[in-house]
């Protein structure tokens, strides 16, 4: 539970569908006045060929809290890699919580399906038995299908009850379901010259085809040739004539369901199998009158408005994408989604995902979604929208009251690839198909701006870890020659706007070759960054400290402090180094320091070095001579 209400969670796919939609809204139509609300767990594409990005898809069923839901409802047929689905059963028995398996047959679930067989007799025995068809013909589906065959067997049941031989060479054709092989079928009866009474389809897709295919060859439907068909699909009202069919109604199931879910736990927990009866659905194509009459005019009205919406949406999607990937940072990119088509609608996202510093495809700390997400966007919220984070178990940002609102939460994962990036959640205040439409565009736009934005910002962040690798030294932290031109000009143009003097300090570390030579490189190393941190640590913030190369480092700086007293204290901190860190050894520089006149401009960057190296080699060889003698005594 959460809150006060009980929780059913339902795994679908391709919620744009209108099979798909018809399941969502009468399920949670049936069930809100139990105390149930219900979350939806979507992904846009079926996962029947588990590639990269349905596996990113399939990471929304790693949303499923299994401390917090009631009922798990798996609509099977839409869920194609099976095994998903036994993942799902598996991990959700292991909690006690009860599976209802729509359309499957599992073991331990409930399982509820259609009685297809049942709904198809009552269709073959309308026409044989109310009307007295004698001569009949099955279109088959696909040769081996085990739908199809069932339906075929069915065919022959009713005829034997009623004194009809069966005759499978002469009496059945194959339309595969499908209408070009049906059209095949049809004109193989044609040419017989031998029509029989009633054509009984496997499936309205193919009694639509043969309604259309004997009417353009002058046969009347159904004064000369009675044609059915099954499934209930919605273009069989649109046929002329209309399709009597069998309606296999998803609202039948969802009142089943809505019923198993007042009993107790434990029953709910047993195994069980129920089949809903579909519904026969009379109509013109078998002589009757029946059926609902649908305003074709206003439906193709209604198709073509939702086309050229869907087109304008999508532009705009597209352009949004871009923007996104454009976003100077997190809150620009976010707010970018702030769009009229663009609502009811929050987006959490990975906190790997907004780490810069996390390359997009390797190295992936973890792909589960984490104990903490980032609120990337939500449509209900103040505008502009900023960005921030909530723990994971608090699964969207004000739940409690989308919980109250009836609707159901429709989550659908982002991802780019098989990477998850995170999560939509979908709560629309009614149940137009318009809204549902909505989803599969905008995850898609999501998946491509939000992993490319990933991308571009890692790139950013390598190239910015690039430039710094080549801006400072390594070893010493300092200024690289080439990496301080734009720090120096920076420094000498302020300098001479304000007509103040530079400083140089010119550092050249004393004796490295006998460090190395006796006790080794790395003794050498630590000598030179010795000498880089007493020089960088003896000069104010903003000055610019440079590795020259080698042992030689320089500084340039804007100082009232007198050259003696600079000098003096890095002297002062190297002794202090020597005095602390203990090493066989004693770390000396020579240093050489130049002061530029006030008011005049900062000669050139090769005059200040040369004037400061001057006074550097001098005491460079005043130390020389000094260890010279030291060596003597």
Known sequence: MIGKYKIAALCVSRISDDSTHEIVTELNKNITDK?????????????????????????VYDLINMHVID?????????????????????????????????GDYSGVINIGFDYDSGFEDVVRHVVEHHGAE??????????????????????????????????????????????????????????????????????????????????????????????????????????????????????????????????????????????KPRLMISESCGCQGGSIINVAKHLSDLNSRFYRYKEEE?????????????????????????????????????????????????????????????????????PFAPYDIKADSIIPGLDVSLASGYPVIFTALSFLDVPLGYTAFIFQNYDIDNYEKIPQIVNALNNSI??????????????QVQLLSQYDQLTGLYTRGGSARAYDTLVEKLNDQRRPITVVMVDLDGLKHINDNFGHNEGDYAIKATANALLNSCPPNSVC?????????AFLSSSQSLEDIKAEIIARLRSVNRTSRKPYLIDA????????????????????????????????????????????
Not at 75 to 96: A, G, S
Not at 327 to 351: D, F, Q, T, V, W
Not at 371 to 380: G, M, N
């Open 546 to 554: 440079i590795r020259m190369g080698g042992d030689e480092m320089a």
């Open 590 to 633: 020579s240093i050489g320091l130049y002061r530029s006149e006030a008011g005049s401009a900062i000669p050139s960057f090769e005059e200040l070095i040369r004037s400061a190296d001057e006074n550097m080699y001098s005491e460079k060889s005043e130390h020389r001579r000094l260890r010279a003698d030291r060596d003597k005594q």
């Open 35 to 59: 105390n149930y609300r219900l979350l939806v767990y979507h992904t846009c594409s079926d996962l029947y060929w588990d590639t990269a990005s349905e596996k990113g898809e399939a990471s």
């Open 135 to 276: 001569k009949l013909h099955f279109m088959a589906g696909v040769q081996g299908n085990p739908f199809s065959e069932s339906r075929m067997r069915v065919f022959e049941h009713v005829l034997a009850d009623n004194g009809i031989e069966f005759d499978r060479a002469s009496m059945v054709s194959y339309g595969d379901f499908w209408r070009d092989p049906t059209i095949a079928a049809t004109e193989k009866i044609l040419a017989t010259g031998d029509l029989p009474d009633a054509i009984i389809c496997a499936n309205d897709v193919m009694a639509i085809t043969v309604c259309n295919k004997l009417t353009n060859a002058g046969v009347r439907v159904p004064e000369e040739v009675i044609v059915t068909g099954f499934d209930g699909i919605l273009e069989s009202n649109f046929s002329s004539p209309r399709i009597t069919t069998s309606l296999c109604c998803y609202g039948d199931i969802m009142q089943k369901i809505a019923g198993l879910l007042t009993i107790s736990r434990d029953e709910l927990l047993k195994e069980a199998h129920f089949l809903i």
């Open 71 to 103: 009922v798990l409802i798996i609509v099977d047929e839409k869920i194609k890699n099976k095994e998903i689905v036994h993942k799902l059963i598996e991990k959700t028995l292991l909690f006690d919580i009860p599976v209802i398996m729509i359309g």
């Open 315 to 383: 532009k705009t999607l597209n352009e949004i994408g871009v923007r996104i990937l454009s976003g100077k940072n997190l809150k620009a990119a976010a707010n970018e989604l702030h769009s009229p088509i663009i609502y009811n609608m929050r987006c959490m996202l990975r906190k790997e995902v907004i780490d810069e510093t996390i390359a997009p495809f390797e190295n992936e700390v973890s792909r589960d979604f984490g104990e903490e997400l980032c609120v990337f966007y939500d449509s209900d919220a103040s505008q």
């Open 451 to 464: 992993g490319g934005y990933r991308n571009i910002r890692y790139q950013q962040y390598i190239t910015r």
